[in-house]
């Protein structure tokens, strides 16, 4: 599990900006890299802040967040690149997505050259996209329907509550409105 800070150092780590803005778009909107690697662009709705995914895990579509932060990457990868379907599209073929194994290394590189010292693969940027946001106090009935979950119990196995949020959290019987 990264905190903030190293997910930052980790987004940031890149030069190039497709795989900034890959980091970027996995951790801000909580995408598996299978997810992550087919972001086309008539998935970003801007009105509504949000990013539509088309045939995750079970073969179901879903909205989640989109992040200014990653929106502005994506628009800047937009102006560079000038994509035509996907925004991480393959060296050989513009109409194609990169592969997992892609992503995967992408990640890696960024986590050599950040010097974050974490293990696990690109899918740790997932877990901490559902303990940031429930750290922040967003419901766990948003974060499941973000990630794209059915049962409630999935969503909960990501929830990694760190020793500083527990101590933030104070009895019900201690808030203002119960003082005599």
């Not at 932060?69 to 990868?77: D, F, G, N, P």
Request: proline content about 3%.
């Amino acid at each position: 599990m990264l905190n903030r800070q190293e997910v930052q150092r980790l987004i940031d780590a890149p030069r190039n900006i497709k795989h900034r803005a890959l980091l970027a778009m996995t951790y801000g909107s909580g995408l598996r890299v299978s997810e992550a690697v087919r972001v086309r662009i008539a998935d970003i709705d801007r009105g509504r802040m949000m990013l539509r995914v088309e045939q995750g895990k079970g073969r179901r579509d879903r909205y989640t967040i989109l992040s200014a932060r990653a929106l502005a990457l994506l628009e800047e990868l937009w102006r560079w690149e000038r994509p035509q379907e996907y925004f991480f599209f393959t060296r050989r073929d513009r109409h194609q997505p990169i592969c997992v194994g892609t992503a995967q290394a992408v990640y890696y590189a960024a986590l050599r050259t950040s010097g974050v010292r974490r293990v696990g693969g690109i899918h740790v940027l997932r877990h901490c996209f559902a303990t940031h946001l429930m750290e922040e106090g967003t419901d766990i009935y948003t974060i499941k329907r973000w990630m794209g979950h059915t049962a409630l119990v999935t969503t909960g196995r990501y929830m990694h509550v760190t020793a500083e949020h527990l101590a933030r959290v104070k009895s019900p019987l201690d808030h203002p409105y119960n003082a005599a």
